[in-house]
């Protein structure tokens, strides 16, 4: 019986380990099988978000960069205060200023609800 190496040569192994690499580490994207590969959305089709509601929760986050912690609880005047010292833009401003008069807030989900934009589990006093 004649004896023959089963080894490849270096260059040939490294090139199979790199292969490999992604299915051992669990590095996403490597060589998946075509089929599990999403298509992308057509030109006439919305692109799809995995987040439900992506657009409100980024408009909340967005408003809230600018609702300083130290001006809650307050009102409508000691919100804008603080929103302006953290350099709010004119919509979050004009926001602040269709508040009612009056009201305190506790968090910014709840100057959220008041401006009509969702719902907040505490209602403000």
């Known amino acids: 019986m004649e004896r023959v190496s089963s080894k ?8 199979m380990k790199q292969e490999v690499r992604g ?8 060589r998946a099988e075509e089929w599990k590969t999403p298509e992308p959305a057509g030109e006439d089709q919305p692109e799809v978000s995995r987040v ?18 130290s001006s809650m609880p ?13 350099g709010a833009p004119d919509d979050v401003l004009d926001d602040l ?19 009509g934009r969702g719902s907040a589990e505490r209602r403000p006093h």
């Open 8 to 15: 490849h040569g270096p260059r040939l192994d490294e090139g």
């Open 23 to 30: 299915n051992i580490q669990g590095i996403a994207g490597s």
């Open 52 to 69: 439900p509601n992506a657009d409100a929760s980024a408009d909340l986050s967005r408003f809230g960069t600018f609702i300083g912690l």
């Open 74 to 86: 307050g009102d409508r005047e000691a919100l804008r205060r603080g929103a302006e010292t953290l």
């Open 97 to 115: 200023d269709r508040l009612p008069e009056g009201v305190v807030y506790h968090t910014v989900t709840e100057i959220w609800a008041a401006l």
